[in-house]
C-alpha cells in the first residue's frame, strides 16, 4: 500500500508556482516556454503513474489542497477527505485551464455537489 498524507498540518499539497508557470508559457520569463513545458511534463508523468500504480494509493488529504495538489490526490485509486479539507484550482483564476485532469474528475467526485463546493454551500433540500 503506497499512503501519502501532508506534513504539518495546514496542508495537504499546495501544488506548483502558477504564476512563473503562467509567465513562462507567455514568452515573459525569457524561457521560450522552457518552464511551462518541462512542469507540465512532469506533473502529467506523476499523476499518471499514481493512476496506473498497480499496489494500493491512498491520498489522507487533510488541509489546503490546490492544483497540483489536487492531481496527487483524485489520480490514486483511494481518497480520504476530511472537515479540513479545501478543494482549489487556483491556476483558473489567471486563465489556466484545470489541469491534473479538474475538468474530468470534478464533475466526477462522488456524493455530489456538496463534495465539490464544501458543507457550507450545500444545495437546497
Known sequence: VITMKG???KTFCAGGDVVAI???GSGLLGDNGALARDFF???YIAD???????MPYVALIDGITM???VGVSVNGRFRVATEKTLFA???TAIGLFPDVGGSYF???LEGG?????GPDRRPPQ
Open 89 to 91: 484550482m487556483p491556476e
Open 7 to 9: 506534513v504539518g498540518g
Open 113 to 117: 455537489p456538496r463534495h465539490v463546493s
Open 106 to 108: 470534478l464533475p466526477r
Open 67 to 69: 492544483g497540483g495538489g
Open 48 to 54: 499518471y503513474e499514481l493512476a496506473t500504480v498497480p
Open 41 to 43: 511534463r512532469e506533473e
Open 22 to 24: 503562467s509567465k513562462s
